[in-house]
């Protein structure tokens, strides 16, 4: 079915949603949905406002909301400026993400920016791209979505975990680790990143003494601290979100803090605030605990110019790679002439390599403008998309916890796909 003809049968679908989307959501679109290919590129999102992930949702709006400000001030897409993006709550909880995908739908958006989590995303995913419309997330790192039947609608500029778990694998083994106990969510985000990481540390010699998943919604993480005990680890690799906050103070309680054995973690651990979540009162209890994440602060002059923007910000994890989401799919539609999504995604792949080098909507647009072929290169760094539409390569930053339980970057490693 083609990308017009699927749209159109949402809209009627979805017609008695659009009131309630334009009550909630603040765009200042009109209450009849646009349809494709009308001149006025759309963006809405489903990201987390609240729920576990909350915290991540900050970093995630205003750089989307800071990348079409960039984009309008370079003349928008197509002549005219971009709208309010319109706004929905992925609020950790599948069927609220998926009815927010649905209101978003209804307001007649070109892309979709979201979900923050890859379950949030699995949970709506075929919505979206069912409907001819495309999907960009900067978080979702869940190996799934590599080979998911999207009909080359889905895109996302993170890397997928199966280039981050190598990395984190060897900074475990660098630091002369040989017996490791592996925890993590069950869900595809934990069991992805568990595979890849042990997967990497069995080829590097090492002896996975637990690789074990869990309920994140359970009411407490006894259990599984007492299963880490029980394999008489020398390091623990934790895999989580929110909860893992639980399994940190249950690990220390135990003497398995990272004072007595190498404790990690992986991006749903990295925070400003995990140390005074973890020991209040006492964040130097975390003292000496790493992890990886895709690099979020590698750009300087993008992280000061995102401050200034919302000055209010304190994490900045994901941020550049949804302010990139978002510039790519504009100089997509830029490049096919249309906002129509069943044009434009045609573009994409092809917009982030085997051009001449561009790194900002204004520099590359102007190129398109002379009939250049581009490689837009992020704030997040080189694309390359491969033809799965994810990047060919990945910037993972190594962090740890000083003395104070303070976070900082050690250093960043570079990850890639396999041919």
């Known amino acids: 079915m083609k990308a017009s003809i699927r749209r159109s049968a949402i809209f009627t679908s979805a017609a008695a949603l659009v009131i309630t989307v334009c009550g909630t959501t603040g765009s200042a679109r009109s209450a009849v949905p646009a349809e494709p290919g009308d001149g006025e590129l759309q963006f809405g999102y489903v990201l987390p406002e609240t729920g576990q992930l909350a915290y991540l949702g900050p970093p995630q709006i205003e750089s989307l909301k800071f990348a079409i400000q960039k984009i309008n001030d370079a003349g928008g897409v197509l002549g005219k400026p971009v709208p309010t993006v319109v706004s929905s709550d992925e609020a950790g909880q ?16 070109d892309a979709v920016i979201g979900a923050a989590a890859s379950g949030m995303s699995l949970a709506f995913i075929d919505r979206v791209t069912g409907a001819g419309v495309v999907q960009c997330s900067g978080s979702n790192t869940a190996p799934t979505f590599t080979d998911y039947e999207d009909d080359g609608f889905y895109f996302r500029t ?5 280039l981050q778990g190598p ?27 568990l595979e890849a990481t042990r997967k990497t540390l069995e080829e590097r010699g090492a002896t996975v003494t637990l690789a074990e998943t869990y ?4 009411s407490n993480f006894d259990q599984v601290v007492q299963k880490m005990e029980d394999s008489r680890p020398d390091a623990a690799v934790v895999i989580a979100f929110e909860e893992g ?11 398995l803090g990272p004072d007595r054995i190498g404790v ?36 300087e002059k993008y992280v000061n110019d995102l401050k200034k923007f919302a000055p209010q910000l304190k994490e900045l994890q994901f941020a550049p790679q949804v302010f990139d989401c978002t510039t790519t799919i504009a100089l997509a539609a830029e ?35 002379d009939g250049r072929n581009i490689d837009y290169d992020g704030v997040s760094g080189p694309l390359d998309f491969t033809g799965k539409g994810e990047p060919g390569q990945a910037t993972i930053e190594v962090y740890g916890y000083d003395g104070q339980g303070q976070l900082q970057t050690l250093r960043t490693e570079t990850s890639k796909a396999e041919e």
Do not use: W
């Open 94 to 109: 599948e069927a609220v993400a998926a009815q927010s995908a649905d209101r978003v739908l209804a307001a007649g958006v």
């Open 158 to 162: 993170v890397p997928s975990d199966s």
């Open 167 to 193: 990395i984190l694998a060897d900074v475990v083994r660098e630091d002369g680790h040989n017996r490791v106990a592996l925890v993590a969510r069950a869900d595809d985000y934990g069991r992805g990143l």
């Open 215 to 218: 309920d994140p919604k359970a």
């Open 245 to 255: 906050t639980q399994i940190l103070q249950g690990m220390i309680e135990s003497g």
């Open 264 to 299: 990690y973690g992986a991006d749903g651990l990295r925070s400003e605030e995990l140390a005074s979540l973890v020991s209040p009162g006492q964040p130097g209890r975390l003292s000496g605990m790493k992890g990886t994440a895709p690099a979020s602060a590698e750009n």
């Open 335 to 369: 490049k096919a002439e249309s906002d129509d999504p069943g044009e434009y995604v045609k573009e994409i792949n092809g917009i982030t390599k085997d051009g001449e080098k561009c790194n900002s909507f204004a520099a590359c647009k102007e190129l398109l403008a």
